[in-house]
């Protein structure tokens, strides 16, 4: 059919498509059965993989047939136009699509509804795109649009395909059938309850039924572990799954421990670095310190000679060696990561080069293929019978933790023997502290006024840093300004004083002035004051009351905040307490608090420590998600938790006459 | 779908050269041209400051020849001074598609007076100029970056030179913008016999000369300081000057030129006459029309009627043929009802000729979103404009805000069918204020739209009833809304908030300050005559105060949004500030529960000022607590002197918002 498809495309004739028939059902319905209220429902997606075989390089050839209902006006709005783009070497073809009205009319999209364009256009390499809009679109209609989509062959031997088919819309069925293809392949489908694989021949049919709409969440997983999809894998050996895990970790294994074989220089530098130290752990800090503070990072160095020696790095055309590495003094992230496997191969270590999917993209490693998405690498180092991961190449990641996306996620340690997984560590929340400090003075107008330090480390340095370091300067004080002005609309940021902010290894820490007129609510003649600076004005978190999937949080980390606050001048607490304690900051989750007085200089002194992952949980089941929001409404309550500041003898300003208006007669104190 | 090969682990190389074998014409590695090398041979200047990078040459030489035709050559030289300004490293030339041609574009990197060779090479790449809504653009550019390649203290430089038929004889151009400035020139070569009417606008006047011949004409800024972006920047003040000339042709030559317009009345002509046949109709229009408008009592209703229909219509854009005029000419009406789509210029047509079968004039009308900067008067030219509205005939009885009375049409309606949530009536936002050209015979000036009074256009309305537990949890509804604008911005909400989203969005509002809000029901109304639109909320909340030691309670009326307080972090101010009219006007029911009284309240509160105003207050009713507010900032500018008093009045008004309510358990 592909083929026919393509000839067709290619002389310009117009075939007439081949429609399926149309269910009166779905012409007559109203409303999606599987998700009512839907604003257009998918009835059914369709992609057949052909290829041509008019062609020497036999083209892989893309069908796609879609039929969708259209419920509301926003669907019309939303499916009334499309966007079919091709891709550097994917070309678009045989585009036909048609509207079925609720009363059986037919409107067909003529040649001239398509429009073609090139949407990029570089020499003669063109990325083109074919737009078109569905003619008289309402609500209660139907619209169905098909086209082919040809690979070319060679690209398609090395490269997966993977198609998410659960979208933003129902989709009653999903079928991806594979007639033929350019070389072996494997099929695979992942999230997709109920999915039927059949077999006819070659050809392989999975088809999946009544997939619902797939909404993101605040703090979830890798949508690839939660969203169902379908993926093909050219195959170039004929081998079981377990098989090509294992070639896969040979092959790699063998490069590694070629590449990382460490020469005499290499290990002359070994031993003078780690002379004198017994401690296996010392002695990795010390190689690990060396490769991240002595050898130019390339990836993040921008001077005119960095620029120059990743030039001549890059028409190279060949791995750097570890010995090369120490020669010049500079290296990309991998050169780094390999001469640190090099020396701690010198320095007599069990070595092995682990090779991992970002936590972004993928967590279940361990699925047939699972190989094509481990595009992050780190060195594995057996250290008191355990394994320890390490990547002095991440320029900014301190030693004894690694990139948050690479925490927390399974390896495949490489090994031309067994196929051997492992788990990374999470770092736990003290390894990433946040410590904020406050000194105030608050005025009877209920202005607050003084200087503030904040401190970061472990992840939360890295990540500003990282952020931050191709950033203006204006432009750095601008977020931070601007960042306190989204909790404190009234704050007046000064003299803002930033440290070590592009120096890798070190503390982030920013000090500056801050005013913040009305900080004090004014209640009548009293003053309601959150002691809570840092923390007030923040919104609350997890306010969706359901969830369908789990919470996953990036990073643990932890907050530290020292506040003390010099009270007006004749005004006395009223009735003072301390914000109630909430779960266990040494725990998964947690915020602990401490509220002093000291009359005789007014003086109101507020501690908080949170923390997120003290014990590196950093998850949590939908099932038991209402806990964890329970947990973050009770922190957000205890983080607005306010204090009543009164005049001695000050009368309230309304009573109303039920209920008497007690005269305010405690005596602050606090505990 | 989701679909396609992995790009990303693509080994395209092995299949394809690179693209860098395949093109030819681009000259990366040649030396930089003279004017190149002199700029960047300058020092930078003190004027830089602390800007990521500065203009050391901007140059732009328009040739007009005698045929109509003209040549555009641009030039740019920009010295990267911190690593933020290596994102300036990059050039942009427009173009429209099959009309100009891209004769030439080059560029270079110059580190120490040496061109630098790049470790890849940088093509320049084509792509079209495309929103969501457009399925076709004929305005293309070339782009190329050497961002990732330069450093501070480089030079990038790019030339290139366009070529192609002129659709007017005008031109628009800007000098000066956000970057300091070291030579900023526009040169414009006319032949000879030709007079230019050049036009200037902005808070800069730029140095003019002309050669003695008067063939070539040249306007020019020098060492303009940095202006960093800002937020709420008149639109006027993107460019520092604003330079529009109109070129006329030596009289009495045969060939056909372009045209260049000296009055608003050979504009309205010009546009008359690409329009001239695409106001039709036929039966099925006809037919259309009687269907919609059966039943309406009145003009009125059928103008609702018709209006709405076409408002409907999905918005979808092919700009085609642009080179000879068709960016100004709508497509047949019959053809657009046919689809049922359109953009702007298609639907205000259609809508004519709707309203022609109902047997009401409408007239089109030119306009621009106030946001893209002014229309000015003084330059008469279609080009000014980028949107199409409608003016329609009206008697007196019809008595609406967007109504004006116009000489020589009489009473006019300005209506815009593109905008989905302006009912008949009222104006969009953008266009209030604004400068159009009704383009009907008779027409030889601008008319300026009504600025509507931020109350009751703005003004949204926010009731809250409010009924506290003795547990301290909350239950109750919540409703926003309002007429004119503010019922747009609401009918906005609904319009692209899924049914099945409305609760979660609900809480998402209503969350931000309050804990574990839960949202049972959301509705709506909306009466499309009088334009009030309102979204209603039922909600609960636990913890809505807080427990005090000694009896004491704690309530702040968190159901309130306070996010239409501007915020101006900037102690400093460049450029002047535009103010946006806001409008809010508050009203909270706080119900109290047996054994919860009141304690004290919030005093009153009352801002007045040139900005705007704020009046806030708490009452007792009975066993509630009423809290009324109500906010509003007025259109207007605010000019950098005054800026920080506008600052203050912002923080004061953000200052009394910040209140409590007392109350007491009783014992």
């Keep these: 059919m592909g083929t026919v498809l393509f000839l067709l495309a290619r002389t310009g004739s117009v075939a007439k498509p081949n429609w399926d028939p149309i269910n009166p059902a779905d012409l007559a319905a109203k409303d999606s059965l599987s998700s009512p209220g839907a604003d257009a429902e998918i009835l059914f997606s369709r992609c057949t993989l052909d290829t041509d075989t008019s062609e020497v390089f036999r083209d892989l050839l893309a069908q796609h047939y879609v039929r969708a209902k259209i419920y509301t006006g926003k669907g019309v709005e939303e499916q009334g136009k499309l966007n079919i783009e091709g891709g550097i070497g994917v070309k678009i073809e045989g585009i036909s699509a048609r509207v079925i009205k609720i009363d059986g009319t037919m409107i067909d999209l003529k040649k001239t509804d398509f429009m073609k364009s090139a949407v990029l256009k570089v020499g003669d390499i063109k990325v083109m795109r074919i737009a078109f809009a569905f003619p008289n679109l309402n609500p209660g209609d139907v619209v169905e649009y098909r086209w082919t989509e040809r690979y070319d062959a060679l690209l398609v031997l090395f490269h997966s395909f993977p198609i998410f088919c659960q979208e933003k819309l129902p989709v009653r069925e999903f079928r991806f059938a594979v007639e033929s293809y350019p070389g072996d392949f494997s099929m695979l489908w992942l999230n997709c309850p109920g999915a039927e694989l059949k077999r006819s021949g ?176 780190l060195t594995a180092v057996r250290v008191g019978g355990k394994w320890q991961f390490y990547a002095p190449g991440q320029y900014w990641v301190p030693c004894g933790m690694l990139d948050w996306r690479d925490e927390g996620v399974t390896a495949l340690l490489c090994d031309s023997r067994k196929v051997l997984f492992e788990d990374t560590t999470v770092s736990p929340a003290e390894l990433s502290q946040l410590h904020r400090k406050g000194r105030f003075v608050l005025d009877a107008e209920g202005t607050l006024e003084g200087s503030v330090e904040q401190t970061m480390t472990g992840h939360l340095a890295v990540d500003l840093k990282a952020g931050d370091w191709n950033e203006a300067a204006d432009a750095i004080d601008r977020n931070l300004r601007e960042k306190v002005a989204r909790r404190l609309p009234t ?128 998850g949590c089941r939908p099932e038991n998600y209402p806990g964890l929001r329970r947990l973050f409404e009770s922190i957000h309550e205890s983080d607005t938790h306010a204090i009543m500041l009164r005049r001695p003898g000050a009368v309230p300003g309304r009573s109303l006459a039920v209920g008497a208006a007690h005269p305010a007669s405690a005596q602050g104190g606090g505990q | 779908m989701s679909r396609g090969f992995n790009l990303i682990r693509c080994a395209r190389r092995w299949l394809v050269p690179p693209a860098w074998l395949l093109v030819g014409g681009t000259a990366a590695f040649a030396g930089p041209p003279p004017w190149l090398q002199a700029a960047a041979s300058q020092p930078t200047p003190d004027l830089a400051g602390a800007a990521p990078a500065v203009v050391l040459l901007n140059e732009t030489v328009v040739t007009v020849e005698a045929s109509g035709r003209s040549s555009r050559l641009h030039r740019e030289a920009i010295r990267i001074l911190t690593p933020a300004g290596k994102a300036e490293a990059k050039a942009w030339v427009s173009y429209i598609d099959k009309s100009d041609s891209v004769r030439s574009c080059e560029a270079w990197l110059i580190r120490a007076g040496k061109t630098v ?99 070539v004409t040249g306007w020019e800024l020098r060492n303009r300081p940095y202006r960093p972006n800002e937020p709420w920047v008149p639109a006027a003040d993107a460019a ?199 383009c009907a015979e008779g027409s030889g000036a601008l008319t300026t739209l009504p600025a509507l009074p931020v109350n009751p256009e703005y003004l949204v309305e926010t009731k809250a009833e409010l009924s506290l537990s003795a547990d301290g949890s909350i239950s109750g509804k919540r409703s926003f809304g309002g007429a ?23 809480v998402e509002s209503l969350g931000g300050n309050m804990q574990g809000v839960a949202v049972t029901n959301v509705t709506s109304t909306d009466d499309r005559a009088s334009g009030c639109c309102f979204v209603t909320s039922e909600f609960s909340a636990p913890g809505f105060v807080q427990f005090l030691r000694g009896g004491l309670v704690l309530a702040r009326f968190h159901v309130l949004n306070r996010d239409s307080i501007p915020r101006f972090v900037e102690k400093e101010r460049r450029m002047p500030v535009e103010i946006r009219p806001v409008g809010e006007r508050d009203e909270v029911v706080l119900g109290l529960p047996a054994g919860i009284n009141m304690e004290e309240l919030p005093p009153k509160a009352v801002l007045t000022g040139p900005y705007g105003s704020y009046e806030s207050s708490f009452e007792c009713e009975g066993r509630s607590v009423v809290h009324h507010r109500m906010f509003t900032l007025n259109l207007g500018i605010v000019p950098v002197n005054a800026y920080a008093d506008f600052q203050r009045f912002l923080s004061d008004v953000a200052k009394a918002d910040r209140t409590a309510v007392v109350l007491r358990q009783a014992q």
Aim: aromatic letters at 10%; one cysteine or more; proline letters at 7%.
């Design chain 1, 202 to 377: 070659v050809e392989k049919v999975v088809t999946v039924r009544n997939l619902p709409p797939f909404e993101e969440e605040e703090a979830m997983p890798p949508e690839r572990d939660y969203r169902a999809w379908v993926m093909i894998v050219g195959n170039n050996r004929s081998l079981e799954n377990g098989e090509q895990w294992q070639q896969v970790s040979e092959i790699w294994d063998d490069e590694f421990h070629y590449s990382t074989k460490p020469s005499h220089s290499v290990k002359a530098l070994a031993s003078r670095l780690i002379a004198g130290v017994a401690d296996d752990a010392e002695k990795l800090r010390r190689l690990y310190e060396f490769c991240q503070k002595e050898i130019a990072n390339l990836w993040w160095n921008d001077t005119p000679e960095m620029r120059e020696a990743k030039r001549l790095r890059g028409q190279s055309g060949r791995k750097q060696t570890p010995q090369e590495t120490i020669e010049k003094r500079n290296g990309s992230g991998n050169d780094i990561d390999y001469l640190f496997a090099a020396l701690a191969r010198a320095a007599g270590f069990e070595v092995k080069l682990a090779r991992n999917a970002s936590r972004t993209d993928l967590f279940n490693i361990n699925i047939p293929k699972g190989w094509d998405f481990l595009d992050r690498q």
């Design chain 2, 240 to 438: 520092e000057a604003e330079l529009m000339v109109t070129i006329n042709p030596a009289p009495g030559r045969g060939v056909e030129l372009p045209c260049g317009f000296n009055t608003w009345g050979e504009a309205v002509d010009w546009v008359d006459r690409l329009n001239a046949n695409q106001c039709d109709t036929d039966p099925a229009l006809a037919a259309a029309v009687r269907k919609l408008v059966a039943g309406c009592p009145d003009n009125l209703a059928k103008m609702r009627a018709l209006g709405s229909y076409v408002q409907e219509l999905r918005y979808v854009a092919v700009n085609r043929d642009l080179g000879i005029g068709f960016g100004c000419r709508a497509r047949k009406a019959t053809e657009v009802l046919a689809r049922g789509w359109g953009d702007c210029k298609d639907k205000a047509n259609l809508l004519r000729a709707m309203l022609r079968e109902a047997g009401i004039r409408a007239y089109p009308t030119l306009a621009r979103p106030k946001i893209l900067g002014d229309v000015y008067p003084e330059w008469p030219s279609p080009g000014q404009f980028n949107h199409a509205i409608v003016a329609i005939e009206v008697d007196a009885t019809i008595a609406l805000p967007a109504v004006l009375p116009v000489t020589p049409w009489g009473r006019l309606l300005f209506f815009d069918p593109t905008d989905l949530e302006t009912v008949l009536g009222d104006l969009p936002q953008q266009l209030q204020g604004s400068n159009v050209l009704i």
């Design chain 2, 117 to 215: 060779r790049l470790p890849w090479r940088h093509d320049w790449i084509d792509v079209v100029q495309s929103d969501s809504e457009t399925i076709y653009n004929e305005f293309r550019a070339k782009v190329v970056s050497y961002a990732d390649g330069a450093l501070p203290g480089d030079v990038f430089g790019y030339e290139t030179r366009v070529q192609g038929p002129m659709l007017f004889l005008q031109l628009k151009e800007g000098l000066g913008g956000q970057f300091p400035l070291v030579v900023d020139r526009f040169e414009l070569q006319i032949p000879s016999g030709w007079a230019l009417n050049p036009v200037l606008k902005g808070p800069v006047t730029p140095f003019a000369s002309a050669s003695p011949d008067g063939r």
């Design chain 1, 491 to 618: 704050a007046e940021v000064s003299d803002l004083h930033w440290e070590n902010l592009p120096t890798p290894g070190l503390p982030v820490t920013v000090r500056y002035h801050v005013r913040v007129p009305g900080y004090a609510e004014r209640a009548g003649s009293r003053l309601v004051l959150a002691p809570g600076f840092f923390v007030a004005g923040e919104p609350a978190r997890f306010a969706p009351v359901k969830r369908r999937y789990p919470v996953f949080f990036p990073r643990a980390w932890a907050e530290y905040d020292d506040v003390e606050i010099v009270l007006p001048e004749g005004f006395e607490m009223e009735q003072a307490s301390a914000p109630p304690n909430v779960g266990d900051p040494d725990a998964s989750l947690g915020a602990v608090f401490a509220l002093r007085y000291a009359p005789a200089q007014r003086l109101l002194v507020y501690q908080r420590h949170f923390a997120l992952g003290a014990n590196r949980a950093l």
């Design chain 2, 484 to 506: 004119g604008q503010a019922g747009a911005w609401a009918r906005h909400w609904l319009r692209t908030t899924s049914a099945n989203d409305r609760c979660k969005k609900a």
